[in-house]
């Protein structure tokens, strides 16, 4: 592998693990047993790597959440779409910690993540939509953009919601399936009566990862 | 007003209006038309201007937030609940647009902050059964506690999200009212076929403060 990229893998992996405000450039190149002058003649500095991981985030977001054809099967979507968010929260745990703080010190980067954003919110909102029309959840028309931004909300925070509401956290995937329980809980009220079955047991599924007894 | 009390008065305004991570103690000395040297004679630094701000807000959270009396109106009680969210993020948004960090920079801090959100836990618990009990909402005892979690991560979140999903965010009340909207639409579905229009009428009461269309 070469150099830059093995600067830019184990940032990523410092910063999930300690959180990207605890992790100086100095970490990095010790941790690679590199000079920090080695590091620097890649990168200027901790702001040029952050963004650098953030392509890579871009293309994990591209490539994991694909766009619902509404021709499958809508339930095997809303459980495609829980394991991309699973991976997502996993691999860049450290963004979602600290996310309005690394938004408001590079605008650019912002601006990359508010496009982000908003691609997400057209196929979450196109994910809300195909169970709707496969019937498997009734909800009100009008609600949907809000109950679109509630799951997504819902997903962005829970790292930090978790940071602070309990004395230690570390990312483990248990912790990552308990904040995806959460969102099987916001459809779980709008599940027609055919489909209860279906998403208990997909509720099961992932308390069964979550390590909760059900 | 002492020279202390002007102290916090004015940082706890500052913080609010331009974010706590962009104010330094020179700039509120310079707001108020007093020295630095003036300002460290009362605080050693930023770190202990907000831990009296807390103080504040821990203050505001005990009055605000009162127990639910199960012989009262529970959906007066909802809408109590909903107007101490709104005065607690509206005065003190910068708290909760930079918790995270300002909890991990300061230990005993966030031990406060632990010990404030579990009473917080208890009260939106109560209020959730209290609801419950009055048959104004329908929910299974086992996700009870789950939807408590949602309601304080959906409430304590919001203008971290509204900062992370849009280019340029002020906290103005119809942001902090659409966010209110959002907590009434957790409740919606599974609010009984007796409260519907109880609730409705809720509802239109807080879009009418927020400026949106009913």
Chains 1, 2 share one sequence.
Request: aromatic share 12%; hydrophobic share 40%; proline share 3%.
């Amino acid at each position: 592998m070469k150099t830059k990229d093995r600067i830019i893998q184990a940032s990523l992996e410092l910063f999930n693990a300690h959180g990207e405000r605890n992790v100086t450039t100095n970490h990095i190149a010790s941790h690679l047993n590199i000079s920090p002058g080695n590091l620097y003649y890649h990168f200027r500095n901790k702001e040029e790597i952050i963004r650098n991981i953030f392509e890579k985030y871009v293309q994990h977001m591209e490539v994991s959440f694909e766009p619902v054809k509404p021709s499958e099967d809508a339930v095997e979507f809303l459980s495609n779409y829980l394991d991309a968010v699973f991976s997502a929260l996993f691999h860049f745990s450290f963004l979602y910690d600290n996310l309005p703080v690394i938004m408001a010190r590079d605008p650019e980067l912002k601006s990359q993540y508010l496009e982000i954003h908003n691609k997400m919110m057209d196929k979450i909102n196109a994910l809300v939509l195909g169970l709707q029309n496969a019937e498997v959840i009734n909800i009100d028309h009008d609600d949907v953009d809000d109950f679109s931004n509630i799951i997504k909300q819902q997903v962005t925070f829970w790292i930090s919601y978790c940071k602070t509401s309990q004395e230690d956290t570390s990312i483990t995937d248990e912790l990552i399936y308990n904040g995806l329980l959460k969102v099987l809980l916001l459809f779980k009220p709008y599940v027609t009566s055919e489909f209860t079955d279906v998403v208990k047991d997909l509720t099961a599924r992932y308390k069964s990862l979550a390590n909760v007894e059900s």
